[in-house]
């Protein structure tokens, strides 16, 4: 076991605060107390709970909570502002063209690391009872004029409601003989697939989406995992440093802990340079982070044009078409073949390393024909190495949100908050959560919360997915890709309700436990 999960498991196993969970041995329903309910709205709200026990040591968790409340409303959005001034002025546009407005204040959370009350102003026009009436202001504020306007429900911002929530939990003895992986879609970077198609292609008990990945061309390679992936010890994209991830090291040891990654190539006289992104659109940076914008900025693409790219067969059969200078290497690092263009087949026994601007002048330099490139690659937790084994597997997330017990969402750190227009919608407004919890005894907790529908689940904010992890008993808690990824499947069934409207999304990696008896 490497230091860096050892150390973080050991931390947890001191804890002696212990949450009692319901467990029997069998499928049941159980009505909470108010003693026991988790802590979501408003105290007293009815709570049902369905427990059962997967297979021993696995046992999975429906809870129902609350219901729609009639105070609750649908209106028009206009738009965000960050000056109260701005707020007015669009209020008093639209009350010139005879459509009635108000003011939201967005506040901030007591646990984000964002050290301001205020994040920022949002008019809405009209309350309705009805989407269909939203719908219709909608269309006639379109017809004057106004522009990226939504329809949006007051339960998914508006605090201390009445619900509902639909979560869904599995918890996994640590003791367990089991094998807890990552997977990515498809086995390919490129790849995208639904968590039910891995999930039937892994023969799991349980699988749960994973991290953020790449959904559209201009933002880089669709698929393309945002931040550190790690399959079976096998390294398939770089970290965005420092941000958490979740850790597996074996059967039974996993951890939550800051990952960062270090690359670097080495020509045969000994010239070294970083190399600054793996299996990825060269010259684009997703969640921003690089070597020359240290600022992390969650689903943002920054640009580098002096880059170096490293692509292997995992990426898919070639790499993608420009401007450059392209170096293929065979299974021992030797320079077999140096193009002026980028674009080739890459060798299923070997690599291509991609330059563009400074990056192709320095390959242009160093790379000889018949000679070695030596390429080192480092994946570090607290700058403590972790060794990348057949066992080891990493997802990307966040932010962090329990350590150590402690609420600490790390938003701003991580990234999350590098604007107050995007922290609202995608921290403070409640979405679709999947989360990933260790408890001080080593258990390990899946958990989706479904969202965006009213009658089923409103979603859950960043601070209330902090909450509800502490309340299900994680020490450690960490956040994962959500919205219209959020899926669940047990033995291949889907058995929550994922938020597109086309249905259950096709993802870029999964979780997976899959049991010693389908292995």
Not at 207 to 230: C, E, R, W
Not at 389 to 395: A, L, R
């Amino acid at each position: 076991m490497n230091q860096a999960i050892t150390s973080i498991v050991l931390r947890s196993l001191i804890c002696t605060t212990i949450f009692l969970f319901i467990s029997v041995p069998s499928s049941a329903f159980a009505q909470s107390t108010n003693q026991n309910e988790l802590p979501l709205g408003i105290s007293g709200l009815r709570e049902t709970r369905f427990v059962q026990q997967l297979t021993p040591g696995v046992t999975y968790t429906s809870i129902k909570r609350g219901i729609p409340s009639f105070e609750e409303y649908y209106s028009v959005d206009m738009g965000f502002f960050s000056d109260l001034k701005k707020a007015k002025v669009t209020k008093q546009t639209l009350k010139k063209h005879g459509f009635d407005s108000f003011i939201l204040l967005i506040y901030n959370e007591r646990y984000n690391d964002l050290y301001k009350d205020v994040l920022g102003y949002v008019i809405k026009s009209g309350k309705f009872k009805t989407q269909s009436e939203a719908i219709q202001l909608k269309e006639e504020l379109v017809e004057k004029g106004f522009s990226n306007v939504k329809v949006s429900y007051s339960g998914w911002e508006k605090r201390n409601i009445t619900g509902p929530w639909s979560i869904h939990i599995v918890e996994i003895d640590r003791n367990l003989i089991h094998r807890m992986t990552a997977s990515l879609a498809l086995d390919t970077v490129q790849g995208r697939e639904t968590v039910s198609s891995i999930a039937k292609r892994m023969n799991s008990l349980v699988t749960i989406n994973g991290g953020y990945f790449i959904m559209h061309k201009h933002a880089g390679t669709p698929g393309d995992l945002i931040g550190i992936s790690v399959v079976g010890g096998e390294l398939n994209s770089e970290a965005i440093n420092n941000r958490s991830a979740f850790v597996l090291g074996g059967r039974s040891t996993a951890a939550i802990a800051p990952v960062s990654t270090s690359l670097y190539i080495q020509s045969s006289k000994g010239a070294v340079r970083t190399i600054d992104g793996l299996n990825r659109t060269i010259g684009k940076i997703r969640g921003c982070g690089g070597r020359f914008d240290q600022q992390l900025r969650h689903n943002i693409t920054c640009t580098n044009h002096n880059e170096l790219v490293q692509y292997r067969p995992i990426y898919g059969t070639r790499t993608p078409v420009g401007k450059g200078t392209e170096v293929v290497l065979d299974s021992k690092g030797t320079a077999i073949k140096i193009r002026n263009s980028r674009g080739q087949a890459i060798p299923a026994n070997g690599s291509i390393i991609a330059g563009i601007g400074e990056a192709a002048e320095w390959l242009k330099k160093h790379a000889v024909i018949g000679e070695k490139l030596m390429i080192s690659t480092k994946v570090m937790s607290n700058q403590i190495p972790i060794s990348l084994t057949k066992e080891t597997h990493i997802v990307n997330g966040g932010p962090l949100l329990l350590k150590n017990q402690q609420y600490m969402i790390a938003a701003k750190k991580e990234g999350f908050a590098h604007s107050d227009k995007f922290f609202y919608k995608f921290g403070i407004k409640r979405n679709p959560r999947t989360l990933v919890g260790i408890k001080p005894n080593g258990n390990i907790l899946l958990v989706v919360v479904d969202g965006r529908n009213e009658q089923v689940s409103v979603g859950l904010s960043f601070e209330e997915s902090a909450i509800l992890m502490k309340a299900l008993g994680a020490q450690d808690a960490l956040n994962l890709d959500g919205g219209g990824s959020t899926t669940m499947a047990i033995n291949g069934k889907v058995v929550n309700h994922p938020s597109d409207a086309a249905g259950e999304r096709a993802v870029g990696d999964a979780i997976s436990l899959i049991m010693e008896s389908n292995m």
